[in-house]
Each structure stands twice: as structure tokens, then as C-alpha cells.
């Protein structure tokens, strides 16, 4: 295997776009190239994630962002593993350049539902689910986050100001970035009046509906040695499945294909969490940040709950864990948010982070599920 | 917009040779890959191994907001997913409470609470 960095990185803020999921993809890809110092026509292939294309009658977006960039000839494809997206997209950008298939790949995200109201952006997000077996029963993603919760508070104990000190902790954190979609510290007095979305959820423990573009550039080493940013070594990249649906699984109260993912990754990495400086995990809803942190190895199983409160997982704590607000906060344009997370770790790498500068660059993880952890993708990343 | 032939047969499910139990569609076994299971019918009595309540729902269920979503153990082993109309008695539902499949919903396996006379309400 050649070694794999990413070379370049951009994102566009999330919240609402301006102009269709395409012309944001096209932007935010030669945002990324010019990161690196790259050309467009260095790239071999592009790989494009976005989800809910259908709700703009817009799919095959891979050979509109290529002609876009003047490279119609590239190939390209379109990876859907729902809100894991477009870390499946940068696994396949890792297979192809580590295993010698092309020295350049483009991997870029991008949603826009902002123009459909909540009922209908609930369904469009409910795709994600079984239609038959968990949407026809009445699931949403909410829903199904939320039963995790009150099967995690069953068994743990998880206390509600456990939940709402990882909004707090994301909404300061994102009130410091600029690409964010909320830009504004709470309180936990707002959390707790806020009202409740699916118990025992309330609006402050959700990810709001984003619109945004996020991409990457990932090169060979050997062929892109002097990049124009610090680049990021990929050390590891990892994917993982597991059952699809929740009440299939023999347990409620984590993810397996995040202990899968996060086991491979560490293996190739030869590294093991203690190593990991901070994290951008799939924070969906407060409760998901818990599972991450469990199911990555960093806490015992019930008990990562405290992580928040007790500000281990702050900017300035001894585990900074989504320094760029992480989906609650920043945002989750679903198929952006994979690539997104990797802009973070891009930003801080290179000390561009500011107010959210983390104090620690050793390590970083990724960690990114589809639905509720059918699909997991978790990354590492080094320095050079 | 149809949900095609998949779960509009309730309470059909399958049990692997490993003992795993089903209501989902499946074609070999998720624990053993057993490719030879046994239909079974569900008896759609059970307990609520986790719930929701919710009141932002999707389209399908927006005249029944707020409504619970509800995971089952049944008696007989295998959890399903189902949901349950707002209680206008007894409280919301609870985890480990008895609850018993209600037939005629016109979507999804529709629970209520079972009564220590075994009736359901
Ligand atoms: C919680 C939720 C139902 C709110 O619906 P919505 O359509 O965004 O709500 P509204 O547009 O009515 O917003 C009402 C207000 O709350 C704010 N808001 C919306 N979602 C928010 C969130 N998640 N966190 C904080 N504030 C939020 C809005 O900005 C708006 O504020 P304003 O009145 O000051 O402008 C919706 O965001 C949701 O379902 N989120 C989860 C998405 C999801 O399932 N993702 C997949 C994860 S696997
Ligand atoms: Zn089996």
C-alpha cells in the first residue's frame, strides 16, 4: 500500500445554500484543489455523495461536478451509504490511491433539502430506515435515536443534564466556527426548556436539517510530495456493518459497527485510543456522541455520559471531542458531513481552527454512521 | 406510494436453527447465516423492551401524532417494531411494560397496553 494523505480541504457553511447541491459540490471541490496546490486535471477519479438529490430532481451529479471543473472525461460515481456517505466515499478514494489505481481522487458531499418544510424533510431523512419494518411503524430518526436513549437511560442511568452538557459543549464549540450552521452558545437552561422532539429528546439534542458541500483531496505521497497545505496522513480507514434494523439487534444500547470499525482501524493503524489527541464523531443526537465514545474504546460501556458534564470532552479538556460544534451544532447536511469532519481535522492540522484551535495534533478520529449504524466509517489521521 | 408485499402480512416472522428470531425480511440468518428458516406466526404478545413518544412525526403518521414507537419483546422470543396511539389513561409507556398486538391498524403492527385481565386497551 502507497501511503495516502489528504492534501486538500473546504467546506461551505452549512445551514442554507444559495444554489443547488451541484453548484455547491463544483465550488467547494476546487476550494479543496486549491488547497492543495492541485489542477483539476490532476485528479483520476471523483467520487460524489449526496443523498437526497431526488428532492432537487437532480442524480448523476458525479459527471456535472467534473465537466464543472473542465475534466469531463474523469470517471466518477455517486456513493449513497446515508449519513455515512461520503466517508464511504473517502474509503474508496483511500482503496484506489493506496492500492495504486490513481494518484489523485476528489471526494465531495453535498445536500440541500432547505426548501422543504419539516414534515417533508422528516420523511426524506426517514429513507434512511427500513420503509417497511421501522417507517411504517412510526419511526423517524429522531425516533429511533431516542429509543436508543431511554434504552441507554434504562440500563445507565443517563441523566438528562448528561445529554444537554454535550449540546452545551457542541454549541460552544460551533459558536467559534464560521462554517457553522448555528453560530450561538446555549444554555442548559435553554436545553431543558426546549421542547421535547421524541422523548426523552428535545429539540437541543438534535442535529437541525443543514444544507452544505464539503470536500477532500486525497494524493500518494510519492506523486504529490509538496502539497500547498500540511497535509493529513490517513493511518487508517476503516468501514463496518451491522444488522440494519434496531430491533433485530440483541442489543439496544450501542452501535456494533462502530466497536467493528474502530477495532479495524486501530488494528491498521497500529495505534489504540489512548493515542488519540481529539475527535469529530457522529454526534446525530447528544445520545449518539455517548454511543461513539463507548463503542470507539474511550469509556467503559454506560459510562461516558459523564464525559460532557465533567468537561473532559471540551475544547481545553484531556479529549476534545467535536471541536467544530460536530453535527449538532455545526450542522449535518447528511452526505457532506463525512468529508466534513475531515475539513476539521484539515483546519486544525494546519493551525487554521482559531478560537477551536485544539492544544493537541498527535492523532485525530473520524467517526461517521449511516442510520442508525447499519454502515460506520472511522478514519486516523497523522502528521508526515 | 406503496411499501410493496414487505410487512403488510403482521406478526410473520422467522426462526434460525440458532434460535435468532425475526419480523424483518431476511433470506439466511444475521447470527449463523442459516439459510434455512421456519416461518413462524408471531402470538403478538409481549413486554416494551425501549419506546419513544413522539411529536414531530413523518408522513405516514402524521393524524396519529403524538403516538409511541415501540420496540417488543414477545413472549416467544424476537422483537418487533410497532407503535402505540397516545394513552388518554395510564401514562406514557414504559420499558418492560405488557403490551398485546391490536389487529385492523391500517399501518404497521398497532400495540396497546394489556390490563392484568389480559384485555388490551
Ligand atoms: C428537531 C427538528 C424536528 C426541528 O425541525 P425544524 O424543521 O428544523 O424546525 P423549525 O424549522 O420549525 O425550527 C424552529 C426553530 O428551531 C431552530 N432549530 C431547528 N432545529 C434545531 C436544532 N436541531 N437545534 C437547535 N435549534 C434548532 C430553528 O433554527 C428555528 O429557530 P428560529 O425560530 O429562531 O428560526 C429537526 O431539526 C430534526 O428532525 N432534526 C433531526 C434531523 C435528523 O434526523 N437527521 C438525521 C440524523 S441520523
Ligand atoms: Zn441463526
Not at chain 1, 434512511?128 to 436513549?149: K, Q, S, V
Not at chain 1, 445507565?156 to 449540546?167: C, R, S
Amino acid at each position: 500500500m502507497r501511503e495516502t494523505w489528504v492534501v486538500g480541504a473546504a467546506t461551505t457553511r452549512f445551514g442554507r445554500l444559495p444554489e443547488s447541491a451541484r453548484e455547491a459540490a463544483t465550488r467547494v471541490s476546487l476550494a479543496a484543489l486549491d488547497a492543495a496546490g492541485m489542477q483539476p486535471r490532476e485528479i483520476g477519479h471523483t467520487f460524489v455523495s449526496n443523498c437526497f438529490g431526488v428532492a432537487e430532481r437532480q442524480v448523476h451529479l458525479g459527471p456535472l461536478v467534473n465537466t464543472g471543473l473542465g475534466i469531463p472525461e474523469v470517471p466518477s460515481a455517486s456513493i449513497e451509504s446515508a449519513c455515512s456517505s461520503s466517508s464511504a466515499g473517502l474509503h474508496e478514494a483511500f482503496v484506489r490511491v493506496a492500492g495504486g489505481f490513481d494518484d489523485a481522487v476528489l471526494v465531495v458531499g453535498a445536500e440541500r433539502l432547505s426548501h422543504l418544510d419539516t414534515l417533508r424533510s422528516t420523511s426524506f431523512f426517514a429513507m434512511g430506515a427500513d420503509y417497511p419494518f421501522e417507517t411504517r411503524n412510526g419511526a423517524t430518526f429522531p425516533g429511533l435515536y431516542a429509543t436508543i436513549a431511554n434504552a441507554h437511560r434504562h440500563a445507565f442511568g443517563t441523566k438528562e443534564e448528561e445529554l444537554g452538557a454535550i449540546a452545551v459543549k457542541n454549541h460552544a464549540n460551533a459558536a467559534r466556527n464560521p462554517h457553522a450552521h448555528f453560530q450561538k452558545e446555549i444554555s442548559l437552561a435553554t436545553y431543558l426548556a426546549s421542547p421535547v422532539i421524541a422523548s426523552p429528546l428535545r429539540l437541543y439534542d438534535c442535529c437541525p436539517f443543514s444544507d452544505g458541500a464539503a470536500a477532500v483531496v486525497v494524493a500518494a505521497r510519492e506523486t504529490t510530495p509538496r502539497p500547498a497545505s500540511e497535509p493529513l496522513v490517513i493511518r487508517a480507514s476503516a468501514r463496518s456493518g451491522s444488522i440494519a434494523d434496531l430491533q433485530d439487534r440483541p442489543e439496544l444500547t450501542g452501535l456494533p459497527a462502530t466497536r467493528l470499525a474502530a477495532a479495524k482501524a486501530f488494528r491498521q493503524a497500529g495505534l489504540s485510543a489512548k493515542e488519540v489527541s481529539f475527535l469529530e464523531v457522529h454526534d446525530c443526537f447528544t445520545i449518539a456522541e455517548i454511543l461513539a465514545l463507548e463503542d470507539l474504546g474511550f469509556f467503559p460501556k454506560g459510562e461516558a455520559a459523564r464525559a460532557g458534564a465533567e468537561g473532559i470532552t471540551a475544547r481545553d479538556g484531556s479529549l476534545p471531542v467535536n471541536p467544530s460544534g460536530g453535527l449538532k451544532a455545526k450542522g449535518h447536511p447528511v452526505a457532506a458531513t463525512g468529508v466534513s469532519q475531515v475539513v476539521e481535522v484539515f483546519e486544525q492540522f494546519n493551525h487554521r481552527a482559531g478560537a477551536r484551535q485544539v492544544p493537541s495534533l498527535e492523532t485525530a478520529l473520524t467517526h461517521n454512521v449511516g442510520a442508525t449504524g447499519g454502515s460506520c466509517s472511522v478514519h486516523l489521521f497523522g502528521h508526515r | 406510494m406503496g411499501p410493496g408485499t414487505l410487512g403488510v402480512l403482521p406478526l410473520r416472522g422467522v426462526r434460525s436453527r440458532c434460535g435468532f428470531t425475526s419480523g424483518t425480511f431476511l433470506l439466511a440468518c444475521p447470527k449463523c447465516g442459516e439459510r434455512d428458516l421456519a416461518p413462524i406466526e408471531f402470538s403478538g404478545k409481549g413486554r416494551i423492551a425501549s419506546f419513544t413518544v413522539l411529536s414531530v412525526p413523518g408522513e405516514e403518521f402524521v393524524k396519529e401524532a403524538p403516538y409511541a414507537y415501540v420496540l417488543v419483546d414477545l413472549d416467544e422470543g424476537g422483537r418487533i417494531a410497532g407503535w402505540m396511539a397516545a394513552d388518554r389513561t395510564g401514562g406514557p409507556p414504559a420499558i418492560g411494560m405488557a403490551v398485546q398486538y391490536v389487529a385492523g391498524a391500517a399501518q404497521g403492527n398497532r400495540f396497546a397496553r394489556e390490563d392484568a385481565s389480559g384485555a388490551s386497551r
